[in-house]
């Protein structure tokens, strides 16, 4: 624990999420959520209603959100730090993107300042290859540019972590056929079970989750199934 005393579990579930990648703008919380907002959803859109609105990020979420915001904002522009979409988009959402009037996307540009007062007001926008700034007029600016998991605390233990530190389960923990040399039961790992008998992921954290809320509910309701089951095989 935080103060350095320790409790000992025979299972215990991991529910720890993501922490949203920053812009490490100097006055970024001071208009998080009066103008700037980390993800997006449909839920957002119907607020934007004629505004220009700007996503950062190249990814299907920020793809997702632009479609969301272009049925009621006047404009959406996406900001792109690569120089094209296709490398982290689907191309059904290339399509969307393209065919769409109200959409544009900027490529090798980020935002370097954040303007107003109260709320956010104006962006600055730099373009990466050329170095040229311009200040446009928003209210609106969403980042879609992912998320670390919470996963340091399982650094240096048994338990599998993905490059990019996700917690991995299940059968994403079979190479070859083979699990873990590890593990160290004659089963198989239940499907939110890492790499440690007993110890399982739910939600976000979670390699290959689907990373919405209603998913994450269900993981974590299956997760408090499996580690009862698991505490009735070892009781």
Request: proline share 3%; with cysteine; glycine share 10%.
């Amino acid at each position: 624990m935080a103060d350095g005393s320790k409790m000992v579990a025979r299972a215990n579930i991991c529910a720890t999420g993501v922490e949203y990648r920053r812009l490490n703008l100097p006055n970024e919380d001071q208009f998080l959520k009066v103008g700037l907002f980390y993800g997006a959803g449909a839920s957002e859109a119907p607020m934007c209603q004629d505004e220009h609105v700007f996503v950062i990020g190249g990814g299907n979420s920020a793809g997702q959100a632009a479609m969301y915001f272009s049925r009621y904002a006047r404009k959406v522009t996406i900001l792109v730090r690569g120089n094209n979409l296709a490398a982290t988009l689907s191309d059904y959402l290339i399509n969307r993107i393209t065919n769409t009037n109200n959409i544009e996307v900027l490529f090798q540009s980020q935002v370097t300042k954040l303007i107003g007062d109260t709320s956010l007001r104006q962006i600055e926008v730099t373009n990466c290859s050329d170095g040229e700034v311009q200040q446009i007029d928003t209210g609106r600016l969403f980042v879609c540019i992912g998320g670390a998991p919470n996963t340091e605390w399982a650094k240096d233990t048994n338990i599998i972590r993905d490059r990019s530190g996700y917690l991995v389960t299940g059968s994403d923990l079979l190479q070859d056929g083979h699990l873990p040399q590890c593990w160290t039961l004659e089963r198989d790992p239940f499907f939110l079970e890492t790499s440690v008998p007993g110890s399982f992921a739910a939600g976000d954290v979670r390699h290959g989750s689907v990373k919405r809320v209603a998913s994450a509910v269900g993981e974590g309701a299956m997760a408090v199934t499996f580690a009862h089951k698991y505490l009735e095989e070892t009781a």
